[in-house]
T-cell receptor, first 110, second 114 residues
């Protein structure tokens, strides 16, 4: 079964500390992986996708097929990073479908 | 950037009534729109994929007669929850796809059925 697991509901760090939001997936093929972010009172928006191999707002995520993980990392958290983060998987066979994890709330304290 | 407008942002209705939720792409044409449902502390679940001018494709377990989707134009899709019951209370989110596969999300609708 296809599934995305985000084991942490809440992650709290102080400003300047490193951040790692965990995401593991279950899928037999080669999926596309995404991270979406939802800031307070705003709508869900794309943060980054593994295909792009880019760094957005200092965040990076590497797809590890051996560990079936796509953890989101940032070396120095900022207060404005406080938000809800969702990991999502898109099966190659169905580009319309996005399977979301349950999300992790990141709180960055000053 | 592209904007998807979803209306209303919240609605309270009596059990047995029908509720319509609108999703509009404001500055782009969306050939495909998606409807998601999110229960508290759970993930977004895709309910259906809506293509302009054709019938929606529903995910397994989603009742098409209960959740009517109409995608009459390239900028508007509607979701009607018919004969709503308390178990239909949830957060409903739409998204629209631009060319190039980028998805834009609406701000969501909180439905509470009394």
């Amino acid at each position: 079964a296809q599934r995305v697991t985000q084991p942490e509901k809440l992650l709290s760090v102080f400003k300047g500390a490193p951040v790692e939001l965990k995401c593991n997936y279950s899928y037999s093929g080669s999926p596309e992986l995404f991270w979406y972010v939802q800031y307070s009172r705003q709508r869900l928006q794309l943060l980054l996708r593994h295909i792009s191999r880019e760094s957005i707002k200092g965040f990076t995520a590497d797809l590890n097929k051996g560990e079936t993980s796509f953890h989101l990392k940032k070396p120095f958290a900022q207060e404005e990073d406080s938000a809800m983060y969702y990991c999502a998987l898109r099966p190659i066979y169905n580009t319309d479908k996005l399977i979301f994890g349950t999300g992790t709330r990141l709180q960055v304290f000053p | 950037g592209a904007v998807v407008s979803q209306h209303p942002s919240w609605v309270i209705c009596k059990s047995g009534t029908s509720v319509k939720i609108e999703c509009r792409s404001l500055d782009f044409q969306a050939t495909t729109m998606f409807w998601y449902r999110q229960f508290p502390k759970q993930s977004l679940m895709l309910m259906a994929t809506s293509n302009e001018g054709s019938k929606a494709t529903y995910e397994q377990g989603v009742e098409k007669d209960k959740f009517l989707i109409n995608h009459a134009s390239l900028t508007l899709s509607t979701l009607t929850v018919t004969s709503a019951h308390p178990e239909d209370s949830s957060f409903y989110i739409c998204s629209a796809r631009m060319r190039g596969e980028k998805l834009f999300f609406g701000s969501g609708t909180q439905l509470s059925v009394l």
